[in-house]
T-cell receptor, first 117, second 113 residues
């Protein structure tokens, strides 16, 4: 299996621009997670989905952030408009979901490093 | 989820065992103890998890105190590749699959040759 695939790996943009980060979870995994990591705040959960349905988006910073999962093999995290404080590494992770059997293991992608100038 | 406490950093020499402690005094009876690590410039990766009994796998061992208020991740022979941030996380068994992990600050392990 190719693992969790994220794109782009690196993104540099200017303040005010729209940013779209993409994630392809491991095939067969029904849960998908978006995290953000900065030096100051560490690794923060933004939102997660079970069976394509958002379960908890309480970590989404503000209305400028939105996430979608239109099908089981694709998710996007969008920031519009972007601000310099959004600069971070954004990780996507997937795991087996409810009803798929017990597991504690999340599989993370390599991350998308976002720089907003 | 209950809170865990870990030292900010630890140092080790290559080829020596490393014991990474984690305190979780408010752990509930159904909380599983999970360990993840994050190598430089990579996403976190699963290391090991357990409930009450000690656990071993190819990466590490997990020693859980009898009262479950603390645990220790054991790397039997540290290598340079083990230099990473190690996270100890509690997760309610009732919500295991399909629930998120909440990461703390973790312990930054440095390994010297």
């Amino acid at each position: 299996d190719a693992g969790v695939i994220q794109s782009p790996r690196h993104e540099v943009t200017e303040m005010g621009q729209e940013v779209t980060l993409r994630c392809k979870p491991i095939s067969g995994h029904n849960s998908l997670f978006w995290y953000r990591q900065t030096m100051m705040r560490g690794l923060e959960l933004l939102i997660y989905f079970n069976n394509n349905v958002p379960i908890d988006d309480s970590g989404m910073p503000e209305d400028r952030f939105s996430a979608k999962m239109p099908n089981a093999s694709f998710s996007t995290l969008k920031i519009q408009p972007s601000e310099p404080r959004d600069s971070a590494v954004y990780f996507c992770a997937s795991s087996l979901g409810p009803g798929q059997g017990y597991t504690g293991e999340l599989f993370f992608g390599e991350g998308s490093r976002l720089t907003v100038l | 989820d209950a809170k865990t406490t870990q030292p900010n950093s630890m140092e080790s020499n290559e080829e020596e065992p490393v014991h990474l402690p984690c305190n979780h005094s408010t752990i509930s009876g159904t909380d599983y103890i999970h360990w993840y690590r994050q190598l430089p410039s990579q996403g976190p990766e699963y290391v090991i998890h357990g409930l009450t009994s000690n656990v071993n796998n190819r990466m590490a061992s997990l020693a859980i105190a009898e009262d479950r208020k603390s645990s220790t991740l054991i790397l039997h022979r540290a290598t340079l590749r083990d230099a990473a941030v190690y996270y100890c996380i509690l997760r309610d068994r009732a919500n295991q699959a399909g629930t998120a992990l909440i990461f703390g600050k973790g312990t930054t392990l440095s390994v010297s040759s």
